[in-house]
């Protein structure tokens, strides 16, 4: 099925260090959303944007719905060991068929 | 509030056996979604209730998966016969109300080994 391009795929960071990681797609969302999954874990949500250019935070993360309405952004700010998981964004379509499509993930470490 | 209860955690079986998997979602939440979740992928969406009423059930391998919601609360998703790709963890997510500002809400998983 139609899946998002999430990038990177992975990430190796120092605690402290900021973080950002994207995604894109050639379909138009009206939704972006962005879900933590820990190991053995189901998908928790983060932040959810329902409007272009939205940018919203939630702690040391920012999320923005970008203008074209076909990407979106997510900015860790200050890491830290308990951000280690991996991070899924999933974006809906518009119009009467309004699927959620998932991107496949980004796998971040943190090293203390 | 009480999240997405799953069970079993882990499940262990043969290929050509069957499995069932549970969920109760968050009370008060209309929508339930099935999700196989395989390693190193994004969820991808199996079954979609509203309700008791089937919404989307597209990408349902039907002729081994089936899933029922009989009082639209309570599910269970069922493989007869197992394959070794079915290998994978199968969420169950619920949402208070279906449209652009939908939030699902996941249970922990059932991690699903078929040998």
């Known amino acids: 099925g139609q899946q998002l391009n999430q990038s990177p795929q992975s990430m190796f960071i120092q605690e402290g260090e900021d973080v950002s990681m994207n995604c894109t797609s050639s379909?138009?969302?009206?939704?972006w959303l962005w879900y933590k999954q820990d190991p053995g874990e189901g998908p928790v949500l983060l932040i959810a944007l329902y409007k272009a250019g939205e940018l919203t935070s939630n702690g040391r993360l920012t999320a923005q719905f970008g203008i074209t309405r076909k990407d979106s952004f997510l900015n860790i700010s200050a890491s830290i060991p308990s951000d280690v998981g991996i991070y899924f964004c999933?974006?809906?379509?518009?119009?009467?068929?309004?699927?959620?499509?998932w991107g496949l993930g980004t796998s971040l470490a943190v090293n203390p | 509030e009480a999240g997405v209860a799953q069970s079993p955690r882990y499940k262990i079986i043969e290929k050509r056996q069957s499995v069932a998997f549970w969920c109760n979602p968050i009370s008060g939440h209309a929508t339930l979604y099935w999700y196989q979740q395989i390693l190193g992928q994004g969820p991808k969406l199996l079954i979609q209730f509203q309700n008791n009423g089937v919404v989307d059930d597209s990408q349902l391998p039907k002729d081994r998966f089936s899933a029922e919601r009989l009082k639209g609360v309570d599910s269970t998703l069922k493989i007869q016969p197992a394959k070794l790709e079915d290998s994978a963890v199968y969420l169950c997510?619920?949402?208070?109300?279906?449209?652009?500002?939908?939030?699902?809400?996941f249970g922990s998983g059932t991690q699903l080994s078929v040998l």
């Open positions: 379909s138009i969302f009206n939704t």
């Open positions: 997510a619920s949402s208070l109300v279906p449209g652009a500002n939908e939030k699902l809400f």
């Open positions: 999933a974006g809906r379509t518009a119009g009467n068929n309004r699927k959620l499509i």
